[in-house]
């Protein structure tokens, strides 16, 4: 059975409603119905859903909103589900809905256990997400680790929704950081050769990550680099450096729980002349050109070279200025190779491609739409996600400098010392815009405080309600099916209809997450819940006993909240597979 979204189940009771209005001659024809929403109540003592439908159609139909609005609530009282239905200001409608309609909710969630709310797609669209993409010059930074999970979720979003997704890592391998690499790695070979190489000469990355590298390499091809011309060894160590940090990156991602599907090499793009290919499109469309650029702003004119260079015409795509894509040696420039490689995700199929980008790379999003929008023709989309930083603390104070890496604090030091899931989740506890903070001590507290323990604290007591309650009942008569066949009517206080609704807005809450590439929706909403849960909780506890879901003279009403307690296990269990998190059974 699938899980309603009784957001779009309402908002298409309404559009019936306008068009039996159309039949009967009391609405005009030729309708517009794009601009109706269904959503919640800022309010919730105003009810459970509004909708704007009567002031957006108002104006066009020559009518006036409160009197639309009173036909169409004239309309929404005839439904089985809808209790009440009010014109509230100038022409939105409050509605409230029947406690069996959340009740029936239940079934749904029990019936699809940790599926519930995912969708399937007749003819589902293929999207591309990239995120980490770090250059392959050493091992990740927590920084790293932040695109990494918005990345992923993301990804694991646009698949529960019914996307065919594709998680994609774009190598750096063809640039000159990659030279700077090889020679380091050099001199961790001499190093492993028993030379006394002394200090680590500056510009050449100093982590002690290339010591393995470099007796690796010792030990695969002995002295053979020793002594020779660096023009007889960088290409062969480059490769070898490549290789061996691509391996370090992909096991710091699989310690985060991150696996990608697909791994695109600038350098075999570069080689197999996809660079080429692109720039003879862009001449046959004329969109490339030799001009000057003016200085940029705030640049001073002495400071400012002025010279002919090949330039991309951006501007006619929505950029700012036209974009260089050749350099003074003739050499591409990264732009021009990201243009091919977006040019292969197009030609593979991905119409909608997705980049999670740091937020350094900010001033770059705009030519690359420019670029995707001239490419294919504007058949392709390019959204880009920038991650601000993450402000690494541990008890309040700033943690700065790693041994292993040299200037930074790597992210497998993080995920050893507070474990992938709590990484994971704390990554969602701020919009990716915005800069975090991540505390080594206060996100391993066991308080309210963490959003982390506060939502498996839910999970686990779901968990051990129902082990209890194999105390009061058999086996079978607490399974899923004896479950939903419990009296749901016993459920009326507002605090258990309240947590209901908010189970029940699941589905909804994955689909705009996913729509609106917000993967942090999902830790909020699982911190939402959680507080629901919790507060009932509390309240059986300290203020009404008769609250409590386990009534050991009223086993009616014990079936019913267990019921409830089930479904809400199932939903956090969900969030949280979405977020990659294991639930826990118990608190520890």
């Known amino acids: ?160 929704i019914g996307y065919n997704v594709t998680k994609e890592y774009y190598i750096n391998d063809a640039g000159n950081q990659v030279d700077v690499l090889a020679r380091s790695l050099h001199i961790r070979y001499l190093e492993a050769l028993g030379i006394d190489v002394g200090e680590i000469p500056d510009g050449l990355y100093p982590g002690e990550y290339l010591i393995d590298a470099g007796k690796e390499l010792a030990k695969k091809d002995g002295s053979m680099w020793q002594g020779e011309k660096e023009a007889n060894w960088l290409k062969p160590l480059r490769l070898f450096a490549i290789d061996a940090m691509m391996k370090l990156i992909r096991e710091d991602l699989l310690s985060l729980g991150v696996v990608h599907d697909t791994f695109s090499s600038e350098r075999n793009l570069v080689e197999s002349g996809g660079v080429d290919e692109i720039m003879t499109i862009l001449e046959d469309r004329k969109l490339i050109y030799e001009g000057v650029l003016s200085p940029p702003k705030g640049k001073r004119l002495d400071d400012w070279e002025k010279r002919p260079q090949t330039l991309f015409r951006a501007t006619l795509f929505g950029d700012d200025v036209d974009r260089p894509i050749k350099k003074s040696d003739g050499s591409w420039t990264y732009f021009a190779t990201d243009m091919a490689y977006h040019l292969d995700k197009f030609r593979r199929g991905f119409r909608v491609m997705i980049n999670i980008w740091g937020a350094d790379h900010g001033g770059y999003v705009k030519r690359m739409q420019a670029a995707v929008k001239a490419i294919t023709k504007k058949d392709g989309e390019l959204d880009v996600q920038l991650c601000q930083m993450v402000n690494l603390m541990d008890n309040g104070e700033p943690v700065k400098m790693s041994k292993r890496a040299g200037t930074f604090i790597t992210l497998r030091e993080v995920i050893d010392k507070v474990g992938k899931d709590v990484v994971r989740f704390i990554m969602l506890t701020r919009k990716n815009d915005a800069q975090l903070d991540f505390d080594l001590t206060k996100v391993l507290e066991q308080s309210r405080d963490n959003p982390v323990f506060y939502v498996q604290y839910s999970h686990a007591r779901c968990c051990s309600v129902l082990r209890q309650a194999m105390e009061m009942f058999k086996v079978e008569e607490i399974s899923i099916a004896a479950l939903k066949n419990s009296n749901y009517k016993n459920l009326t206080d507002p605090g258990e209809l309240a947590l209901i609704k908010m189970m029940a807005a699941w589905p909804q809450t994955l689909k705009g997450a996913a729509q609106a590439h917000e993967p942090h929706r999902i830790a909020y909403y699982l911190h939402d819940l959680s507080a629901s849960f919790h507060a009932l909780w509390a309240k059986g506890s300290k203020e009404n006993t008769s609250l409590r879901f386990l009534v050991e003279d009223n086993p009616p009403l014990t079936l019913a909240r267990l019921a409830m307690v089930k479904s809400l296990a199932m939903v956090i269990a969900s969030g949280l597979e979405v977020i990659g998190i294991e639930p826990v059974q118990e608190m520890r």
Not at 72 to 91: K, M, N, R, T, W
Not at 117 to 136: C, H, I, Q, R
Request: with cysteine; hydrophobic share 45%.
């Open 1 to 160: 059975m699938a899980a309603l979204n009784y957001f779009e189940y309402m908002r298409d009771n309404i559009v019936d409603i306008l068009n039996d209005l159309v039949v009967s001659g009391n609405l005009p024809q030729s309708q517009n119905f794009k601009q109706i929403s269904v959503e919640p109540t800022r309010d919730k003592a105003h009810g459970d859903l509004a909708t704007n439908a009567a002031m957006v159609l108002a104006k066009p139909s020559g009518l006036k909103p409160h009197d639309l609005a009173g036909q169409i609530v004239a309309g929404l009282l005839q439904l089985d589900c809808v209790l009440s239905a009010e014109v509230a200001g100038p022409g939105f409608i409050n509605i409230i809905l029947v406690d069996s309609f959340w009740h029936a909710r239940l079934s749904e969630i029990l019936d699809a256990g940790i599926s519930y709310g995912e969708t399937k797609l007749d003819e589902p669209k293929s999207v591309n997400v990239e995120y980490v993409s770090a250059n392959p010059t050493g091992p990740m930074h927590v920084g790293h680790g932040r695109g990494a999970v918005i990345g992923d979720v993301l990804a694991n979003l646009f698949s529960k």
